[in-house]
C-alpha cells in the first residue's frame, strides 16, 4: 500500500534523543508526557547547578526514576555537562559503568543555563580524547555565541570555525550535532563519511522564523536554536524523511512556565512532548514518507548509539483531529504545549 493510503502503522517504540526533563515539580509535571510513548531519552544536562560530575548523574538519574508515573517503562540515558575542568577519568567511568552515555557540549552562553560551558576548546581536548577511545558520543549545542555574529547565523559559522577544526583535531570523536535548523548544518552531515550525525526536533520540522515573528511575536515558538526561514524548514524535512541513518529525532522539548516565556525578557524552549509523536506523523503523511518515521524516531539513533532498537511497539492511527491540552500545569505555573497551528488526525494508540 501507498505510504498515503495508510491509516494506522505500527512503528518500533521511539526514543527522544534530545530532551529536558528539569528537576523537581517541573520535572514531575513533564515526565509522564514522555514515558507514555519514549522507551528512552537522552537527558540533557542544564540543571542549575549543570549535571557535570558522574555523582551528579547517577542523584538526577534517582530523581527520575522517582518521578516515574508506576508501571512506566521508560530508560534516561544521562549525560555530563562538559566544563573546561572536567576530569577525563570521571568521564571515562561514568561511561563504563553505564551512568552516562554522552557529554554534552555546550558553548558558554549559547542557551538556557550555559554560563559553564567551553570557551577554550583546547582546555577540554582530553576529555574529548578519551570520549573518542571509549566510543562515547558528544551531543554539540552547534552555535557560536559572539555578540557581534547575527543570530541567523550562528549554526552555520559554529561548523566552520568550531565543528571542523575540533574533527580534524579529534576525527574518531562520535558528535551528534544536536536540533540542526539549517541546510548548511544538514549539508555538513550528508558530507561527513563518519562519526558525524545530527538530530531534528519536532517543531524546527513545522515552523520557520515567520511564524515567530509575523504577525505579532509568539513566544511560544522561541527556541534556541532559532528557528531560520522557509527553506531551510523544507532542507530538514528532506532529511528527516529521507531514511539517511544520520538523521535522527531530538525533540529538544524544553520546558518553562508561562510567566517565563511571556515576558519582556522570555526564556527559549518549546515544550513538543505531548503531542510529538501526532506532530511528526503529520508531518510524515504530509510528504507521502509516512513509513520513514520509524527510521528516524525509533532505528537511526540506536544505531548511532550503539544501543538495540526498542523490541516493543506503538501503533500510529489517522482519524479525527486529536483533542489534547493547550497547557499543562506545575507545582511552578502552567507550561503551553506546543500547537503547531494545524489539526493533528494521528493518534498514538495506548
Ligand atoms: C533549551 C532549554 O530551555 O533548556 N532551550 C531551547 O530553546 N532549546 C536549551 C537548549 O537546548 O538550547
Ligand atoms: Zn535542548
Partial sequence: MPDRQL??????????????????????????????????????PNLVPPVVTSAQAVTYRARIMDALPQGADFTPLMTLYLTETTDPEDVRAAHAAGIATAVKLYPAGATTNSASGVTDFEKVRGVLEVMAEIGMPLCVHGEVTDHDIDIFDREAMFI????????????????????????????YVRDSNKNLAATITTHHLIINRNHILAGGIKPHFYCLPVAKREAHRVALVQAAISG??????????????????????????????????????????????????????????????????????????????????????TADGPVTVFDPGFDLHWRVEE
Avoid at 518500533?12 to 510513548?37: F, K, Y
Avoid at 571542523?164 to 558528535?175: A, F, G, N, S, T
Fill in 7 to 44: 491509516t494506522s502503522l505500527t512503528i518500533r517504540r521511539p526514543d527522544d534523543w534530545h530532551l529536558h526533563l528539569r528537576d523537581g515539580a517541573m520535572l514531575q509535571a513533564v515526565l509522564p508526557e514522555t514515558a507514555r510513548h519514549f522507551a528512552r531519552a537522552i537527558i540533557m
Fill in 160 to 187: 566552520d570555525r568550531v565543528l571542523k577544526p575540533l574533527r580534524k583535531k579529534v576525527p574518531d570523536l562520535k558528535i551528534v550535532m544536536e536540533h540542526v535548523t539549517t541546510q548548511d548544518a544538514v549539508d
Fill in 244 to 329: 539517511d541513518k544520520r538523521f535522527f529525532l531530538g525533540t529538544d522539548s524544553a520546558p518553562h512556565t508561562d510567566p517565563a516565556k511571556l515576558q519582556a525578557c522570555g526564556c527559549a524552549g518549546i515544550f513538543t512532548a505531548p503531542t510529538t509523536m501526532s506532530c511528526l506523523a503529520e508531518v510524515f503523511d504530509a510528504a507521502g514518507r509516512m513509513r520513514k518515521i520509524e527510521s528516524f524516531a525509533s532505528l537511526n539513533g540506536p544505531e548511532f548509539y550503539k544501543l538495540p532498537a526498542n523490541t516493543s511497539t506503538i501503533t500510529l492511527t489517522k482519524g479525527e483531529p486529536v483533542q489534547y491540552p493547550s497547557h499543562i500545569q
